[in-house]
């Protein structure tokens, strides 16, 4: 993503480029990191064994997505942008249109929230809500970020991403694998600079902060966009150094296999940790190791590229926007205990969102994202 300063206009045809070969692995690994934040949500992790602490650290899935939203991105789209062949108003088209068919209708189908975050607000902050969450700008508000739909507070982080992408994709990045691993280096450090400054001043006064602290600067750091973004630039260069390394290098498996192991020793001790630190930056290296694992050809990625996981791994973002208030709804409504099928809970709920995430896959957002296009883009225009 060399210059020039902006994305370079060019004809409409030149945008719909072949795809790049896909990375099935990776796609894997997001029903593993989807399910994983399911439980985290509903389930008591020591029901889980030896896996219970990765359950019970289930909310660094949110910054893996994060990461990898980058990582994804740069791999699809970095190579149309130096030849030129990427418009700004192409790529928001596309992104617009994988992105709002679902959020849309996750905000419909929880539209009875609504009655609960009455109470829970100044009428001011529930018109804002109410306002900023169907144009994705919730993020920016830090007592509105879980407003209506709790997890949906991600997807206005992601949108200011796509709204930074065609430009940061076409600035200057260092051509040296040692340089990229400088820049690397550089973005870890700059994502640790928030939590570290949260922890010296403690703005918020909880002597003991956890996922638990309801503190305006705890959610102001855990859900704001802004802070955020080294994350997201850390996978952008992660991209870019995935390039320089041949997919059946030993090198990624034994990055991956390493790094796979010291993010369970971490989640081990995840209690002990500082809370703060678990967001984004303290893990930024090992999920890169996993990365670059699963985006080459070896093993462990041919486990995470089995077709049962592809197939969740595709739903992955139904998922994860529909788990948290569909759940409340099928147990608000005790649909379960009403159909006898209580007895099987919590998996046969587990099994229902997987279901509702496989067919709004092909009913909401498959259908919606062609209307879009067909709205936005001239004739014949299409991307990834």
């Given at each position: ?41 509903f389930s008591d992790p020591h029901a889980f064994g030896p896996f ?333």
């Amino acid at each position: 993503m060399p210059p020039p300063a902006g994305p370079v206009l060019v004809p409409p045809a030149a945008v719909a480029a072949p795809r790049r070969s896909q990375l099935p692995a990776l796609t894997g690994i997001r029903c593993f990191a989807a399910l994983n934040l399911v439980f985290f949500h509903f389930s008591d992790p020591h029901a889980f064994g030896p896996f219970s602490p990765i359950v019970n650290g289930g909310y660094v899935s949110v910054s893996f997505f994060l990461l990898l939203s980058g990582f994804i991105l740069t791999y699809n789209y970095a190579e149309r942008a130096e030849r030129g062949a990427l418009t700004a108003r192409s790529f928001w088209s596309v992104r617009f249109s994988r992105l709002y068919p679902v959020y849309a209708f996750s905000l419909l189908l929880s539209a009875g929230m609504l009655v609960q975050e009455l109470p829970a607000h100044t009428r001011l902050d529930f018109g804002l809500g109410v306002i900023l969450t169907p144009l994705l700008l919730q993020g920016w508000h830090p007592l509105l970020t879980t407003f209506w739909n709790t997890p949906a507070w991600t997807m206005s982080t992601e949108a200011f991403f796509y709204l930074l992408f065609p430009w940061l994709v076409t600035r200057r990045r260092p051509r040296q694998a040692r340089s990229m691993l400088l820049l690397l280096f550089s973005l870890w450090l700059c994502g640790l600079v928030l939590p570290l400054l949260y922890m010296h001043f403690n703005p918020d006064g909880d002597v003991h902060p956890d996922r638990y602290s309801v503190g305006i600067w705890m959610r102001a750091l855990k859900f704001m966009p802004i802070q955020h973004l080294p994350s997201f630039l850390f996978g952008m260069a992660l991209g870019f150094l995935n390039e320089r390394i041949p997919p059946e290098s030993r090198k990624r498996l034994a990055a991956g296999i390493l790094c796979f192991m010291a993010l369970y020793l971490v989640l081990c001790f995840g209690d002990r940790m500082p809370y703060v630190m678990m967001h984004d930056g303290l893990l930024m290296p090992l999920f890169a190791g996993v990365i670059l694992c699963l985006a080459g050809r070896n093993m462990v990625a041919r486990f995470f590229g089995l077709l049962p996981f592809i197939a969740i791994g595709e739903a992955s973002y139904c998922l994860y926007l529909l788990h948290f208030n569909l759940w409340t709804l099928m147990h608000d409504s005790h649909f379960l205990e009403k159909s006898g099928l209580i007895v099987f809970d919590p998996w046969i709920s587990y099994l229902l969102l997987i279901v509702a995430a496989l067919l709004t896959k092909r009913l909401i957002e498959r259908p919606g994202r062609s209307w879009i296009i067909r709205q936005l883009q001239p004739s014949g225009v299409r991307g990834t």
